[in-house]
């Protein structure tokens, strides 16, 4: 009985150190005031995916991309997104999105298989137009960016620049922060 509560103890730990790491990150996330120029844009869309549509965090990390492609931060936007189901992927509604907003068709390039953010940067990996060694800057939310990056650095990338479509959001404990840390 010992050894299950150790475990139990352990865990819990665990538990409480990963929220209070990926919530001290939100807390003292400081936006850039200047962002390098990148190859690419690469966008991972949010939770509400997995239906096949848009949720309100996937919007606001394309309109963060579309708003860093118009200030000239890079020539592509890498939209990563799959679906869960029999709909077209998120992919697909995040470049819409992009389209009635005055991106070019040409400069969007889609990832739709993707169901992870760890498969979201593999399969970014291995799209041909996106050199792993060429900067980009990765669109997320500020709970998602620790992980968004480590997944995109094992996958291969070598200059990535986090860049949070909630730079000044704020500290809020919210259900993704919570599923985030956990």
Known sequence: MGLIRWIFAIAVLAVWTSLIGTSLYVAMYEPKDALPEGAAIVVVSGAQGET????????????RAIALYEDGKAPKIVLSGGTATSNAPVAEAMRDLALEAGVPEDALILEGGSHSTLQNAIFTA??????KAAPILLVSHRYHLPRANASFRWAGFTDVTNVAADPAGGFQVTMPLLWESV
């Open 52 to 63: 096949g549509g848009m949720g309100p965090e996937t919007v606001a990390r394309v309109e």
């Open 126 to 131: 291995d799209i041909a137009e996106i050199e």
